[in-house]
């Protein structure tokens, strides 16, 4: 930390105490930001002065540098365990030409660390990686949000696959499809503090579902063995329902559909379990929900976990109670837009990725394009998985692109990143946000944070 303190005092900055702004305080912003009228570089009108934003990485960037990126970047998950946990940001291509890159928010660097072999529709191909998640053992998810399903199509899709070695580089990395995984169309995935992990259909009329591992702390084997569950509301025939459910199982426990259950075997003979098919069935029947697409875990003060989902289709978030097995309507367009006092109506639309920030508020980013794509803000006071109100926290202008995988910075409260996705342009973004006292600060934090991970990396 003295190195940070010379470089900063030799750049005539003082390193006293800084009182910063936070993300949760703002004021709600009232409508869109018009379409184009904002940098791609900068693209959000942000609901407080004192939030920053800058790119810190572009597709077109890639491609001069020789780098394979189809683009469509989508989740973002960071490296969140081990020596130098939070350094890295993992990000992926929903393109029929999948792969993954790395960004190191030490040194700058933005690098391809995986791709397909080939695009689809080849036996080889990989296609819409969306999912992206770190392991509680170290190791980085992702997976196809494309799944048909008693298809002869040649293409394969559908599945979840495991980064074993996601520090590597290029060339030397170790993508694994987990198989036990059913053939779904994946998007949200979470872990709970047990290590289940939940994972969705996005479909209209997908289910919400849960493996549970025979070996939940070991990463090694965690996914030789385990039973796959779907979330099932009363009898499971009453769509988007809320209130008491169960988890059915529909595999054994090497991944098989049970009796009478549908498995699919793929054009490179590759035997699933088809997770959307099996649970369509009266016996396996899942709750219809509608395009179930993201999910995050909230921790209550008491260690309870609220799991939530966004579905796109009918505007709501879902909020999921893990210890009294009960689904309620975190929010949709009944509830009250902080800036009106009135219902939020069809000024909410498409909500598709979740995030949290330090203090476990969630923020619903929209599947909209710029000039209509908002980010907002769920107030819940009482933690009790319904929101109070909600305000719009953030509005994108990029024409052609949608805002997705808003992670907040586990280290730094004050710092959070965004994709901006498959702008017209072709230059997908990665942006930046700092919340910080005034435009002078800028700089001061970002070197700080800097040297945050420096120091903490020295000191492991």
């Keep these: 930390m003295k190195r940070l303190m010379l470089s900063l005092a030799l750049c005539g900055v003082t390193t006293g105490p800084v009182v910063a702004a936070e993300f949760w305080n703002f004021t709600p912003l009232s409508g869109n930001v018009a379409a184009g009228s904002l940098p791609e570089s900068a693209p959000f009108q942000l609901s407080n002065p004192l939030f920053r934003q800058r790119s810190i990485a572009n597709r077109n960037a890639k491609l001069a540098a020789g780098q394979f990126d189809s683009g469509s970047w989508d989740m973002i998950a ?10 890295y940001l993992f990000s992926v291509f929903e393109t029929s030409q999948a792969g993954i890159h790395r960004t190191d928010l030490v040194n700058g660097t933005t690098d391809t660390i995986w791709s397909s072999p080939a695009a689809s529709p080849a036996l080889n191909s990989h296609v819409a990686f969306d999912a992206s998640r770190w392991t509680p053992w170290g190791t980085y998810l992702t997976a196809e949000e494309s799944w048909r399903g008693n298809t002869t199509s040649s293409s394969v899709y559908g599945r979840l696959f495991e980064l074993t070695n996601p520090m590597a580089n290029l060339g030397s990395t170790n993508l694994v499809h987990r198989n036990i995984i059913p053939r779904v169309s994946h998007e949200g995935l979470a872990f709970d503090k047990d290590n289940n992990l939940y994972y969705i259909d996005e479909l209209n009329g997908g289910s919400l579902y849960k493996y549970v591992s025979d070996t939940p702390t070991n990463g090694a084997t965690y996914f030789d063995a385990g039973v796959n569950y779907v979330l099932r509301v009363g009898d499971g025939n009453t769509a988007n329902a809320t209130g008491a459910y169960t988890w059915v199982a529909f595999t054994d426990n090497a991944g098989a559909a049970l009796s009478g259950g549908i498995d699919y075997t793929d054009a490179n003979s590759v035997t699933s379990a088809d997770g959307r098919f099996t649970t369509n069935l009266a016996t396996y029947k899942g709750t219809d929900y509608q395009r179930p697409e993201d999910l995050e875990i909230q921790t209550l003060a008491n260690g309870n976990q609220i799991l939530y989902v966004a579905t ?15 689904i309620s309507r975190f929010l949709s367009r009944s509830t009250i837009n902080e800036a009106t006092g009135l219902a939020v109506g069809s000024a909410l639309t498409s909500p598709d990725n979740l995030a949290i920030d330090a203090q476990g508020n969630i923020y619903v980013i929209e599947d909209q394009p710029g000039g209509s794509a908002d980010i907002w803000f769920g107030r ?10 909600m305000a719009r926290w953030a509005s994108m202008a990029t024409v052609g692109a949608e805002p997705t995988g808003l992670y907040f910075d586990m280290f730094n409260s004050r710092r959070a990143f965004l994709n901006v996705q498959h702008p017209t342009s072709g230059d997908d973004q990665l942006i930046e946000l700092q919340a910080v ?11 700080a944070s800097l040297g945050l991970l420096w120091s903490r990396r020295r000191s492991k």
């Design 312 to 326: 796109t289709t009918t505007n709501d978030v879902f909020s999921l109670n893990l210890a009294t097995n009960t």
């Design 78 to 87: 960071p490296n969140g365990t081990g020596p130098d946990a939070g350094r």
């Design 380 to 389: 819940d006071a009482d933690r009790d998985g319904v929101a109070e109100s």
């Design 437 to 447: 006292p005034e435009p002078a600060t800028w700089a001061l934090m970002s070197l």
